[in-house]
């Protein structure tokens, strides 16, 4: 027997053992990864503008919810970015069922096209900003993250 398959599962959080062991569901990142290698220039623009909790909130890209992967994702709040190019225009079926799957676990879905991001950051950032604002009352930071 290997050390660590001797040590018993947490007790729902509260350190060793007594609790219901929960199935590991590895992440997967490698895919995730790759989403992010290959993400549009929309996409990295909009990332400038909220990473290092620029807008207060921690958001990350390319994050596993359930089967699917959101863009830009806050789990504090249960928000997802979504940004959608032309293929997105083929994809309704799909788009509609993850969705209504993210809706499902509590999540609240923005959408903009690319078009709207690369034509329009500051109005794209600005309605994100008042977003978080309305799901967090407490006053968020200066925009420019300062």
């Given at each position: 027997m290997k050390e660590w398959e001797a040590i018993p599962p947490p007790a729902g959080g509260r350190g060793?053992?007594?609790g219901l062991a929960q199935p590991f569901r590895s992440r997967d990142t490698p895919r995730a990864k790759?989403?992010?290698?290959?993400a549009p220039t929309?996409?990295?623009?909009?990332?400038?503008q909220l990473r290092n909790r620029k807008l207060g909130f921690k958001f990350s890209r390319q994050m596993p919810v359930g089967p699917y992967f959101a863009d830009?994702?806050?789990r504090e709040l249960k928000l997802i970015i979504e940004l959608d190019g032309e293929s997105h225009d083929y994809s309704v079926g799909y788009d509609s069922r993850r969705d209504d799957y993210?809706?499902?676990q509590g999540y609240r879905i923005l959408r903009f096209s690319n078009a709207d991001v690369m034509e329009n950051l500051e109005g794209v950032v600005s309605h994100v900003?008042?977003?978080?604002a309305q799901a967090h009352p407490q006053p968020l930071p200066p925009a420019g993250g300062e």
């Amino acid at each position: 027997m290997k050390e660590w398959e001797a040590i018993p599962p947490p007790a729902g959080g509260r350190g060793l053992g007594g609790g219901l062991a929960q199935p590991f569901r590895s992440r997967d990142t490698p895919r995730a990864k790759k989403l992010r290698n290959a993400a549009p220039t929309s996409e990295r623009l909009l990332w400038q503008q909220l990473r290092n909790r620029k807008l207060g909130f921690k958001f990350s890209r390319q994050m596993p919810v359930g089967p699917y992967f959101a863009d830009l994702l806050c789990r504090e709040l249960k928000l997802i970015i979504e940004l959608d190019g032309e293929s997105h225009d083929y994809s309704v079926g799909y788009d509609s069922r993850r969705d209504d799957y993210c809706r499902s676990q509590g999540y609240r879905i923005l959408r903009f096209s690319n078009a709207d991001v690369m034509e329009n950051l500051e109005g794209v950032v600005s309605h994100v900003r008042a977003t978080l604002a309305q799901a967090h009352p407490q006053p968020l930071p200066p925009a420019g993250g300062e």
